[in-house]
């Protein structure tokens, strides 16, 4: 387990993959702060302040937290409405609900969601990282292209040559290098926001403590909450099957309340776990908190010591690197095996990948995703067989499957009355009653015969009991 595992296990290989994720997080806090309608230096500052605190009170090593897209999105309303002010009052009441959802137990409801939903979220999830970073490209110089694909080249081929330093880093820096060395005419980072250097303060956001105050935040900490769960409980399942471990998830999610709460009190809005940045930590081999908390500090020291440094890396470069991640986290064998998975979960997870696309939010896709699996499980626990065998005077009808609301009423239908016979068995010894509706329509069968002047007996196994009825 990852957390068994000493803190400077293989420290090398974990503090250079915290480094250069810490490099994928730029682009993705500058891109989600002109989302939420803040200052680029408040998604910064978020991403420091959650991956810092979850290193320590969160409980899957080497996933990261910071400012997210899907959380971004539902802020804009209430930074344009009330101010930003209002906005971190709603981070705090974020994270004391998650703490409240971590207390309560709500990870257990994660086994609920298929692996053909997360199938989904994780390719939406790419596809959106994809299209972001076109935005980098416009009314920009066919040289912003050629540095992208070097960028791409360069980090698909350079681990052939050498394993020890991660390729997207070895990417940024030579990449960078050579655009300030060449003189070439790219959006720079600092062309997209001049990043202060001042550390924010701790204290309570300006806002007035009234009950009008909570009634406006309410809606938007609710829907925060929720998203920022789901989110993170979904990136903390994918990595617990690409590492073959378990993780506690209700402690997860305690830690990224008291995550999310922080931020809020220093200026920050609310973050969750981030799929790609996850994925590309822990395939550099950041398997460890290490990897978390070097993320967390070098991108600390890139905005106070280095930001300088820092707005000189190319926006081409960073979605360069952006796109990789999106090549690494989508499930390309969703798509090569579709004819061999079944049509039931190929269904499911494109719905979840075009409902979130068509809505631009990840969680309405889950829950598209959830909702189709429901009811396509329903559709499936309803189907019943039943099979008759005549023995002289006797007929008997062998009914297997489960019978409930959904599915008790199909009795009827294959079950007929019989003619000459004088006497009716009905099996279920191989068959669930689940509800009372179910019941009611057995009953309501055996009342047909009973019409007819049969003779009925009914088979129900219990535990143990075999219960007759005769009229």
């Avoid at 803190?7 to 989302?35: R, Y």
């Avoid at 994925?279 to 978390?292: A, Q």
């Avoid at 106070?304 to 890396?313: C, P, Q, R």
């Avoid at 019989?418 to 009653?433: N, W, Y």
């Amino acid at each position: 387990m990852l957390g068994k595992q000493s803190f400077f296990s293989n420290w090398k290989v974990q503090v250079l993959a915290g480094i250069t994720t810490s490099l994928a997080v730029i682009p993705d806090s500058l891109a989600f702060s002109f989302m939420a309608g803040v200052h680029p230096n408040v998604g910064f500052y978020t991403s420091i302040i959650i991956l810092l605190v979850i290193t320590v009170l969160g409980a899957r090593g080497g996933m990261i937290s910071a400012s997210a897209g899907s959380m971004a999105v539902l802020m804009t309303t209430l930074v344009a409405g009330h101010g930003l002010q209002y906005l971190f009052a709603a981070t705090i009441l974020t994270g004391l609900l998650q703490l409240a959802m971590g207390l309560l137990r709500v990870g257990r409801w994660m086994n609920f969601v298929s692996r053909a939903v997360v199938t989904g979220f994780i390719n939406a999830l790419a596809i959106f990282i994809f299209m972001a970073q076109l935005q980098n490209f416009r009314g920009q110089p066919w040289g912003a292209f050629a540095m992208a694909g070097v960028t791409l080249v360069i980090v698909f081929l350079f681990p052939r040559f050498n394993k020890t330093i991660p390729s997207p880093l070895f990417a940024v820096v030579v990449m960078s290098v050579a655009a300030w060395a060449f003189h070439i005419p790219l959006q720079r980072v600092s062309d997209v926001a001049q990043l202060s250097s001042a550390l924010p303060g701790f204290g309570l956001p300006q806002v007035p403590l009234t009950w009008e105050t909570f009634r406006v935040i309410l809606p938007y900490a609710l829907s925060l909450a929720i998203v920022g769960t789901t989110e993170t409980l979904l990136t903390q399942d994918f990595l617990d099957k690409l590492t073959s471990e378990k993780t506690d998830k209700n402690k997860e999610i305690r830690g990224q309340g008291i995550a999310n709460a922080a931020s809020g009190f220093f200026g920050g809005m609310a973050g969750c776990a981030l799929v790609a940045e996850s994925v590309l930590n822990v395939k550099l081999g950041g398997k460890g908190r290490l990897s978390m908390l070097t993320a967390g500090l070098f991108l600390l020291s890139l905005v106070l010591v280095f930001g300088s440094v820092l707005n000189y890396i190319p926006m081409s470069v960073l979605a360069g690197v952006m796109i990789m991640i999106c090549v690494q986290i989508f499930d390309w064998g969703s798509l090569k095996n579709i004819r061999r998975i079944p049509k039931s979960e190929t269904t499911i997870m494109l719905t979840t990948m075009v409902a979130a696309l068509l809505t631009h939010d990840l969680a309405i896709g889950v829950f598209a995703g959830v909702l189709l699996n429901l009811v396509l499980f329903v559709v499936q626990m309803s189907r019943i067989h039943v099979t008759s065998e005549r023995t002289g005077s006797t007929l008997t009808y062998a009914v297997t499957g489960h019978l409930f609301f959904g599915s008790s009423p199909m009795l009827r239908e294959k079950i007929e009355l019989p003619g000459d016979e004088t006497a009716v068995t009905i099996d279920l010894s191989r068959a669930s009653v689940w509800d009372h509706y179910a019941e009611r329509d057995i009953e309501n069968l055996l009342d047909d015969f009973r019409r007819q002047k049969k003779s009925v007996r009914l088979i129900r196994k219990e535990p143990g009991v075999i219960s007759y009825k005769n009229t």
